[in-house]
């Protein structure tokens, strides 16, 4: 049995979570077309549930049926929606814990062909996409209204709580970043206007479900690998971070860059930085293995709180907090199934460990 830190439990907001080894949104679309969770999502999400105390983030849920541009991924903005995803968190609330993940495309669809990009502006960071519609004032406002409205529903659904995407190039990023945000207006040309979008989104979503059920998730930029590098994105992210701190929310869950790495250390100036402007749980992803993930709770960061958070290798591995503590073997993902739209395949035939199975009742099991 191991003696990581990653096996200490750790409060974040009002959760006691019993590893510091999460699952990571990983978009799937094996949601209908109505973008309704299905029973497949339920068996999915549950599988990987499987370790008790274990922390999900469920992948990105669209909000408003303004913005519906990834097809089958789930949604939070009808009654159906939120009815089928309170049957899978039913079934975690059991054992595990799990925060839906809340995201704002740029993308929305007008009947069956165009496609709108909104943003902050006319930039799009995306030289395939048709042009970004600036968005109004009262736009913006309504957008945070559809946040609010997907995070209540969420904790009707019975999530524990809602994790913002703020990174690579989703609505909230786009107004972050200054490479997408020209605006000139309360929304943009200064770091503190640059923040303000977000920062109006987290104070309605908290007023709306309590601040303890609020994460962020971030990526340092999408056009510099290093924050050192550029100043102007340290100040925006310096203010972003102070602001999530301010607020006393659950978490932030940090999107690594590129990092160098040698004999499994890692050197993370992006993870260094954020420990210092925020003083709650850390959780990160990246490209993170059982020695990484070690490496950084116990040799790097042993006081600090921070949660790693693997996506690919908990799409092939369900048991894959109990192989970490195990160091059994894992099971290598198919690159090809991640996005097999409503398919079976590569989704919930992983198989468990034979470990994890001899550990475990079997009518335990069963339950799911
Ligand atoms: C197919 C795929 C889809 C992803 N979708 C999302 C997403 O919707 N939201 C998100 O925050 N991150 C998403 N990610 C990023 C992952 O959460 C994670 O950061 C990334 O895979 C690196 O972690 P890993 O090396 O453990 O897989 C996605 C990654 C992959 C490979």
């Known amino acids: 049995m191991d003696e990581s830190r990653l096996f200490i439990p750790l409060n974040i907001g009002n959760i006691e979570i019993k590893n510091r080894i999460g699952m990571a949104g990983v978009s799937r679309f094996r949601a209908d077309d109505q973008h309704v969770p299905t029973d497949l999502m339920k068996e999915y999400y549950c599988q990987r549930a499987s370790v008790p105390g274990t922390l999900l983030i469920t992948e990105p849920n669209l909000i408003s049926k303004r913005n519906v541009g990834l097809r089958n991924a789930p949604g939070l903005f009808t009654r159906e ?7 899978i968190v039913e079934v975690h609330m059991r054992a595990s ?9 740029k993308h929305e669809i007008l009947g069956k062909e165009a496609t709108i990009i909104r943003g902050p502006g006319t930039i799009s960071l995306d030289t395939d996409l048709p042009t970004t519609k600036a968005m109004s004032i009262e736009e913006i406002k309504d957008t945070v209204q559809d946040f609010v409205r997907a995070a209540k529903n969420a904790a009707e659904a019975g999530f524990d709580g809602v994790e913002l995407l703020g990174a690579t190039g989703d609505l909230i990023d786009a107004f ?15 770091v503190e206007n640059r923040s303000r979008f977000l920062h109006e989104v987290m104070k309605a979503v908290a007023h709306a479900i309590g601040i303890k059920r609020v994460g962020l998730c971030l990526s340092s930029g999408s056009t510099s690998q290093d924050i050192r590098l550029k100043k102007n994105a340290a100040l925006q992210f310096t203010d972003v971070i102070k602001r999530a701190d301010d607020l006393k929310i659950a978490y932030i869950h940090l999107t690594e860059p590129r990092i160098a790495e040698s004999n499994g250390i890692r050197d993370n100036e992006w ?11 850390i959780l990160i992803q990246g490209g993170y293995n059982s020695k990484l993930a070690k490496n950084l709770v116990d040799g790097r960061h042993p006081d600090k709180d921070i949660v790693v958070m693997l996506g690919r290798y908990f799409t092939s591995n369900p048991d894959l907090v109990f192989r970490i503590q195990h160091d059994l073997e894992f099971t290598p993902y198919s690159q090809q199934d991640l996005f097999a739209t409503k398919s079976f395949k590569g989704y919930t035939d992983y198989a468990f460990s034979k470990e994890y ?7 335990t099991q069963l339950l799911c």
């Open 271 to 281: 993870l260094d930085f954020a420990c210092t402007a925020f003083r709650g749980p």
């Open 97 to 105: 814990y799990i925060f839906a993940q809340l995201c704002v495309l």
């Open 357 to 363: 199975l001899g550990s475990l009742n079997i009518l």
């Open 176 to 190: 972050t970043q200054e490479d997408t945000n020209q605006r000139n207006d309360e929304y943009g040309g200064s």
């Open 81 to 87: 929606q939120t009815a089928a995803w309170k049957t």
